[in-house]
């Protein structure tokens, strides 16, 4: 069984290996070393909208001295020691709003990773030094089929003075007064689309970022500042060849006043495509079907600054294009041994003439050399079943370089034949649930099932009984290997006699395939906070639970 009435899973006392169960293509660029200790600033957090299952601030010590510090968001602080080169993660629980402020007594290196639904993305923190008076993003879009939002976030990281926030995209503006070390997000109305957005704020700099949901995929992307000088903008690969490769186009924004910018985009050296992008103005570029390589190259006369907005098995993600490289990077986590995992691989790129020569390392493994010409990139990654960070690429000769990191998982599995009328389907093996009015796919989201000493038994039930808050208590007398503490949880809908329920894990961070094993429950079903919370309002007593082994 899984619980008495009135009882539930255990709290866990040690956290497992975080599993990103991401989208099915995920790529972002490396941090360069990081500043002495400080404040760090992230826009937003979000554990309860549905479909964001995790939202996990990642921690690296890139100091030579222990580092301790704090994450904390609306009043909630929570510590963190870290020894040198020690990475760690913090959740804040069901919670939404920003900002996140983090402070470290060294230097340290911190990322938000956000899992919603099946999609994945990662967004370093900023401190005050990175804010922007003047800032970009080449597209939005409201409009185009998948669009479910696009908010634009804008945090003052001064803690006195009140900053004033102008937007303007296609003819149209919106405004905001951000106060002290507060965030506030601003959107456009519905039918906006087009390029480019520009922030300009009065009173102070602003740190600004765009979180885009397209489907079930989140991406956020953090302003682009404008380049002090004219130069060239690097990206290590280009796709739309790849099985699932909808989309790959390249974004440029010529920031200058009046002048306008003549660029050349080319690919693997190849002579380039050449264009004439007037002053304030946006121009999105794709090469033809079947193409794929890299390093590609925008060279220019003039400012701009450029993205990749890309589309893989429905999941969108945007990724900066590079003005400079980093003799010294970081990443703060690997893993290509969780399930589903496909590939996470390292790419390089020399930022300028000759051949850079360094190493990759992670701790417990071994080294990677690399050399790498100009013009050429490099693939790397570790070999399979790695997991675990931080990954730190050194440059020991040549140019810098320009490094990224791009993640694909398996694609999100197809769902079931919709039942009729209502029904939640729950599969073992995909550790996934959806739920059904009719015909209509309501809600779908990854779970957690049963370990395989206590498993959660396939068959067909219903919910006979649901309330909230409830009260989980063991069935299993102290000392018994299963025992767990009495704990609360939010929402729960018992579907089989021997209480056996659906509900939340605020405990949990890990949900989808492979979390049933080791810190599976004890037959329950977990679910994310948000997906949880908004089949507890949907789902009514009487609805059939079908769990299958498929």
């Known amino acids: 069984m899984s619980a008495i009435r009135r009882g539930q899973l255990l709290r866990l006392l040690a956290v497992a290996v975080l599993l990103v169960v991401?989208?099915?293509?995920?790529?972002?660029?490396?941090?360069?070393?990081?500043a002495a200790g400080g404040t760090w600033f992230l826009n937003w957090y979000d554990r309860i909208s549905p479909g964001m299952t995790n939202d996990n601030i990642h921690l690296v010590n890139t100091d030579s001295a222990t580092v301790s510090g704090t994450v904390g968001l609306a009043g909630y602080n929570a510590p963190f020691s870290l020894a040198p080169g020690e990475q760690t993660y913090v959740g804040l629980g069901a919670a939404i709003g920003g900002p996140v402020i983090v402070t470290a007594s060294g230097s340290i290196l911190a990322s938000q990773r956000v899992t919603y639904f099946r999609s994945f993305s990662e967004v370093y923190a900023q401190t005050a030094s990175e804010a922007l008076s003047s800032g970009w993003f080449p597209w939005f879009d409201n409009v185009s089929g998948g669009a479910v939002a696009d908010n634009l976030h804008f945090l003052n990281p001064d803690p006195a003075t009140t900053v004033n926030v102008t937007v303007t995209v296609a003819g149209?503006?919106?405004?905001?007064?951000?106060?002290?070390?507060?965030?506030?997000?601003?959107?456009?109305?519905?039918?906006?689309?087009?390029?480019?957005?520009?922030?300009?704020?009065?009173?102070?700099?602003?740190?600004?970022?765009?979180?885009?949901?397209?489907?079930?995929?989140?991406?956020?992307?953090?302003?682009?500042?404008?380049?002090?000088?004219?130069?060239?903008?690097?990206?290590?690969?280009?796709?739309?060849?790849?099985?699932?490769?909808?989309?790959?186009?390249?974004?440029?924004?010529?920031v200058e006043p009046s002048n306008p910018a003549h660029v050349s985009i080319s690919l693997n050296g190849a002579p380039g495509t050449t264009a004439t992008i007037v002053a304030g103005s946006e121009l999105h570029w794709s090469f033809p079907a079947g193409t794929i390589g890299g390093p590609l190259r925008v060279t220019?006369?003039?400012?701009?600054?450029?993205?990749?907005?890309?589309?893989?098995?429905?999941?969108?993600?945007?990724?900066?294009?590079?003005?400079?490289?980093?003799?010294?990077?970081?990443?703060?986590?690997?893993?290509?041994?969780?399930?589903?995992?496909?590939?996470?691989?390292?790419h390089l790129t020399p930022a300028g003439a000759g051949s850079s020569v360094g190493t990759v390392t992670m701790p417990g493994r071994t080294a990677i050399p690399f050399t790498v010409d100009d013009g050429r990139e490099a693939i790397l990654d570790f070999p399979p079943g790695t997991i675990g960070?931080?990954?730190?690429?050194?440059?020991?000769g040549g140019p810098p370089v320009v490094i990224d990191k791009r993640v694909v998982i398996c694609p999100p599995p197809p769902p079931p034949p919709p039942p009729s009328p209502?029904?939640?389907?729950?599969?073992?093996?995909?550790?996934?649930?959806?739920?059904?009015?009719?015909?209509?796919?309501?809600?779908?989201?990854?779970?957690?099932?049963?370990?395989?000493?206590?498993?959660?038994?396939?068959?067909?039930?219903?919910?006979?009984?649901?309330?909230?808050?409830?009260?989980?208590?063991?069935?299993?007398?102290y000392g018994s290997p299963y025992w767990y503490p009495s704990a609360w949880v939010n929402w729960v809908m018992e579907f089989r006699e021997g209480g056996y329920f659906l509900h939340d894990a605020p405990w949990r961070s890990w949900f989808g395939p492979g979390s049933q094993y080791g810190a599976g429950t004890h037959g329950c079903i977990n679910i994310p906070d948000g997906p949880m919370l908004q089949l507890y309002n949907w789902a009514q007593l009487g609805d059939p639970v079908d769990v299958n082994d498929n």
């Open 300 to 346: 220019t006369d003039a400012r701009i600054i450029g993205t990749q907005r890309l589309r893989y098995w429905g999941a969108f993600q945007e990724v900066p294009l590079k003005a400079a490289g980093a003799t010294s990077a970081w990443f703060p986590w690997y893993d290509n041994a969780s399930p589903c995992f496909v590939a996470d691989n390292l």
């Open 22 to 34: 991401g989208a099915p293509f995920a790529a972002h660029p490396a941090a360069a070393a990081p």
């Open 172 to 254: 149209q503006t919106v405004t905001a007064a951000v106060g002290p070390q507060q965030e506030v997000f601003r959107s456009f109305p519905a039918g906006t689309i087009g390029g480019p957005v520009h922030i300009t704020s009065s009173g102070g700099p602003i740190l600004a970022s765009q979180r885009a949901v397209y489907g079930q995929s989140f991406d956020e992307l953090s302003a682009l500042a404008e380049p002090a000088t004219a130069g060239t903008l690097l990206s290590n690969w280009y796709d739309n060849t790849s099985p699932g490769m909808t989309s790959d186009t390249v974004h440029l924004v010529n």
């Open 389 to 396: 960070g931080p990954v730190h690429v050194t440059i020991t």
């Open 422 to 477: 209502r029904r939640i389907v729950v599969s073992l093996a995909q550790q996934h649930l959806w739920a059904y009015d009719h015909d209509q796919l309501i809600l779908e989201t990854d779970v957690t099932t049963g370990r395989p000493e206590l498993p959660t038994p396939a068959g067909n039930y219903h919910i006979f009984y649901k309330t909230s808050p409830y009260q989980m208590i063991s069935p299993w007398p």
